[in-house]
């Protein structure tokens, strides 16, 4: 479909789906975090959509959607495709308007997800697993509504999920008092984003908009780089909530038009800001429910003692991830290297390296031999880690006065995402 030919989606539309939300969904809190105010020198709200029944914002444009259908189109039910909290949203909803629906989950989704979306959507809902990433579980489920004559709900390229979604900016704006000087917004297909640009864009005071991608599955930024949306060759799927390949069309022509600026956020800068908020203000955050928060600390431009609301947009984090939480965090921060190291087949070899090459606050948090046998030589992976970023040069001085065969990998290399 043609740019031109898209239904524009209207602040008026924002506010027909607030009403129509009126009761199902929550109005979630609007915090103020002294952490983040203090470190900016400004005054920084959080919007908690983690706290919603769902535990994201992804409830407002599935009801909004579900909820316009008539009962025709309700009665062979509803298909939707999800990382996982499209999926909740739907499937809360089904279970509350009595309609039957399938969510198309990719492999990938984290088990507590679809242990979630089995809970909320009861009897009503049937969950189906099917390929790696999210589009390829939405081939899946384009496929079977064709098969059920259901109707697809879309997890964010239509206007009535994008109206729903933007409801939390009315939100921000009525809990505040006024609008706030800047909105940060995370951004996956583009919902969330676009709905909530088309909410302020008629503000007396329009708040200036930025929304944040992972940098591994930037489909958005690619979008406007390149006049329209692009397929992604590939991406990093660990953001789920926010891995798209491809942006949409309504949500491309809207974030390009209301949408200040769009930027990306590394994976690890990502991981960090999730172990913040967990131990320093008691937030469990998922992946993309972290990236507005992340962004704050990675550039986006903050002027001194204006109002900043960062949408916390989902809690739905398994606790097996936190390990690879932890480790993504500690290699963005310089604080855990890897190499390979040749040692020689003889006696004493480790303890050398141990006495020679560590320093006292250097840790071996990894020692695993590639490949052992008879040769002279036997390769191990190594990982070290580290207490600050300074103690990294002088242990590379050690390493290189050692004699012995050492070998950095660097965190981009094929090496390194193979053995570590």
């Known amino acids: 479909m043609e740019q031109t030919e898209l239904t524009p989606v209207s602040a008026a539309d924002v506010v027909a789906a607030a009403e129509r939300l009126r009761g199902v969904a929550l109005q979630t809190p609007l915090e103020r975090n002294e952490r983040m105010s203090e470190l900016l020198g400004a005054e920084v709200w959080f919007k908690r959509e983690d706290l919603q029944p769902v535990r994201s914002y992804k409830l407002r444009g599935a009801y909004n959607f579900i909820a316009s259908l008539s009962d025709a189109e309700r009665a062979n039910g509803v298909v939707c495709a999800s990382a996982g909290n499209h999926g909740q949203g739907v499937a809360y909803t089904c279970r509350r308007l009595g309609v039957k629906c399938r969510v198309v989950l990719p492999r990938t989704t984290p088990r507590q997800k679809r242990e979630q979306i089995a809970a909320l959507g009861g009897e009503e809902t049937t969950i189906v697993v099917e390929g790696h990433t999210y589009d390829d579980a939405h081939e899946a489920a384009v496929a079977l509504a064709a098969e059920l004559g259901a109707v697809l709900v879309p997890p964010f390229d239509d206007p009535l999920i994008i109206a729903g979604q933007g409801t939390v900016a009315l939100e921000v704006i009525e809990q505040l ?57 590939s991406i990093d799927s660990f953001v789920d909530g926010a891995a798209v390949r491809r942006a949409g069309a309504y949500t491309f022509r809207l974030i390009r038009d209301l949408v200040d600026e769009v930027r990306t956020v590394p994976e690890g800068a990502v991981c960090t800001t999730m172990l913040q908020l967990y131990q320093r203000d008691g937030i469990i955050a998922e992946p993309a429910g972290a990236l507005a928060v992340a962004a704050l600390s990675a550039g986006v431009a903050v002027a001194p003692g204006s109002t900043v609301v960062a949408i916390v947009s989902g809690g739905n984090n398994d606790v097996s991830r936190y390990g690879e939480v932890v480790e993504r965090s500690l290699v963005h921060e310089g604080l855990k290297h890897y190499f390979l190291v040749e040692f020689p087949q003889e006696p004493g070899a480790l303890r050398g390296f141990l006495d020679r090459v560590l320093g006292p606050n250097d840790d071996i948090a990894l020692f695993e031999y590639v490949k052992k ?9 190594v990982g070290i880690e580290l207490v600050s970023t300074a103690d990294l040069q002088p242990l590379l001085d050690r390493m290189d006065a050692s004699g012995l065969h050492i070998e950095r990998l660097s965190a981009g290399s094929p090496a390194f995402r193979f053995l570590v």
């Open 373 to 381: 046998n008879n040769r002279e030589i036997g390769p191990a992976l």
């Open 177 to 233: 008092g006024r609008t706030p000087d800047l909105l940060v917004v995370p951004v996956g297909g583009g919902g969330l984003a676009a709905g909530c640009a088309v909410a302020v864009a008629g503000s007396a005071s329009r708040p200036r908009v930025v929304g944040v991608e992972p940098a591994g599955a930037a489909s958005m930024r690619a979008a406007l780089d390149a006049g329209g949306p692009v397929t992604l060759a």
